[in-house]
T-cell receptor
Framework: NAGVTQTPKFQVLKTGQSMTLQCAQDMNHEYMSWYRQDPGMGLRLIHYSVGAGITDQGEVPNGYNVSRSTTEDFPLRLLSAAPSQTSVYFC?????????????FGSGTRLTVV | AQSVTQLGSHVSVSEGALVLLRCNYSSSVPPYLFWYVQYPNQGLQLLLKYTTGATLVKGINGFEAEFKKSETSFHLTKPSAHMSDAAEYFCAVDLANTGNQFYFGTGTSLTVIP
């Protein structure tokens, strides 16, 4: 089925470890983004990309890196995991930048840092 | 400053009763406005959106919302709650109408009592 695929669904990391959260979409969407969801805080934008080779920071980018080498993939890298990064992470994509097109969300990655 | 405020983090209604979830925004110009729904362990789905035109917007599953510029509000309603409506609901705004300033509210958890 077409959509946004996130892997893994669950992950436990030790403080200081690094890892990459994967996000792939097969809808030829130009715009992709990463959000984190924390209780009582809604969703906050981490990084976004308006096309292959172009990325920019969102509201809470510290501790995360992204790259966009292809239209389909937008991985999120945690460089040195910290307990404060325990959260649920969502990848979202849109045909173009500009939310009139509507976002398609992945099902999320639940990350715990111990 | 909070760009979008959802009043009430938890709302309970009886099955068949009116659902009213409140959302207010702060912006000097009318933004684009959205409601998303999140079912347990799933990503977000777009319920409805307001960009321009008619201020009463109808969405999926019988939900609707009305943009009231004078009240800076975009409340979500449904005349008769169903058990399947139990979920987390997020109001979101795009302040610049470009996708670059897209913010989610903190969410309202809706419980439907049989």
């Amino acid at each position: 089925n077409a959509g946004v695929t996130q892997t893994p669904k669950f992950q436990v990391l030790k403080t200081g470890q690094s890892m990459t959260l994967q996000c792939a979409q097969d809808m030829n969407h130009e715009y992709m983004s990463w959000y984190r969801q924390d209780p009582g805080m809604g969703l906050r934008l981490i990084h976004y990309s308006v096309g292959a080779g172009i990325t920019d920071q969102g509201e809470v980018p510290n501790g995360y890196n992204v790259s966009r080498s292809t239209t389909e993939d937008f991985p999120l890298r945690l460089l040195s995991a910290a307990p404060s990064q325990t959260s649920v992470y969502f990848c979202a994509s849109s045909l173009r930048q500009g939310v009139t097109y509507g976002y398609t969300f992945g099902s999320g990655t639940r990350l715990t840092v111990v | 400053a909070q760009s979008v405020t959802q009043l009430g983090s938890h709302v309970s209604v009886s099955e068949g009763a009116l659902v009213l979830l409140r959302c207010n925004y702060s912006s000097s110009v009318p933004p684009y406005l959205f409601w998303y729904v999140q079912y347990p362990n799933q990503g977000l789905q777009l319920l409805l959106k307001y960009t321009t035109g008619a201020t009463l917007v109808k969405g999926i599953n019988g939900f609707e919302a009305e943009f009231k510029k004078s009240e800076t509000s975009f409340h979500l309603t449904k005349p008769s709650a169903h058990m399947s409506d139990a979920a987390e609901y997020f109001c979101a705004v795009d302040l610049a109408n470009t996708g670059n300033q897209f913010y989610f509210g903190t969410g309202t958890s809706l419980t439907v009592i049989p």
